[in-house]
């Protein structure tokens, strides 16, 4: 890595540097941990889906009790001098 004068310049170091590191901090693709999380992401979004559909399915039904209980609350507090 030396120029037409026979010195190193700061650019060709500073090249030699980050090629070095994009190579040993990059993962290896072949490890034994990268096949063993194959699909894992598609997993997850699945379980997380079902996980929340499953709570949006349960909370619908009790959300709505809730409103008719406040409002029949409300219409007894507001009818109770009435009666």
């Known amino acids: 890595m030396k120029s037409a004068t026979g010195n190193t310049t700061l650019e060709q170091v500073a090249g030699d540097l980050c090629v070095q590191s994009i190579r040993t901090h990059r993962p290896s693709q ?3 941990r990268h096949a063993s999380r194959r699909g894992a992401a598609t997993l997850d979004y699945v379980l997380v889906l079902a996980v929340i559909l499953a709570l949006a399915a349960l ?25």
Do not use: D, K
Request: glycine share 4%; proline share 11%.
């Open 59 to 83: 909370l619908i039904p009790l959300s709505r009790h809730a409103i008719t209980v406040v409002y029949e609350i409300i219409c007894t507090l507001v009818a109770w001098p009435f009666v």
């Open 30 to 32: 072949t490890g034994p």
